[in-house]
């Protein structure tokens, strides 16, 4: 069995049309969050359908889920996403040589 760290499962959860749009429509909302009713309306999709993906994005590590009575809400975690986007950024920069290929000027 493979295991991948969260950085790799975040960046996989996101590679999916579907769960990227829900991704930034929940960063969008903020830490209120939505509940599943609201994304699906809107994205205009199936509660099965969404809660599939909500499900790989819990996973994941990216979206929280908060019961409030009957309801339950889904935010962004902010500080996990913050820590993806430090990694892919955290070399930014840092002064990669590229030897130019033989025979080129």
């Known amino acids: 069995m493979t295991t991948h760290s969260p950085n ?3 960046l996989a959860a996101l590679g999916h049309d579907t769960r990227l749009s829900i991704f ?7 830490d209120a969050g ?5 994304i699906g309306e809107h994205l ?9 993906h909500l499900s790989t994005l819990v996973g994941a590590g990216l979206v929280i889920q908060d019961k409030q009575g009957r309801e339950v809400y889904n935010r962004v975690d902010f500080p996990a996403m913050n820590d ?7 070399e930014c920069c840092t002064g990669v040589t ?6 080129t000027a």
């Open 8 to 10: 790799a499962r975040a």
């Open 34 to 38: 939505l509940r599943v009713s609201d």
């Open 84 to 90: 993806l986007l430090g990694f892919l950024t955290s």
């Open 24 to 30: 930034r429509l929940l960063v969008r909302a903020g």
């Open 98 to 103: 590229v030897r130019a290929a033989e025979g």
């Open 44 to 52: 205009g999709m199936a509660p099965s359908t969404l809660a599939h």
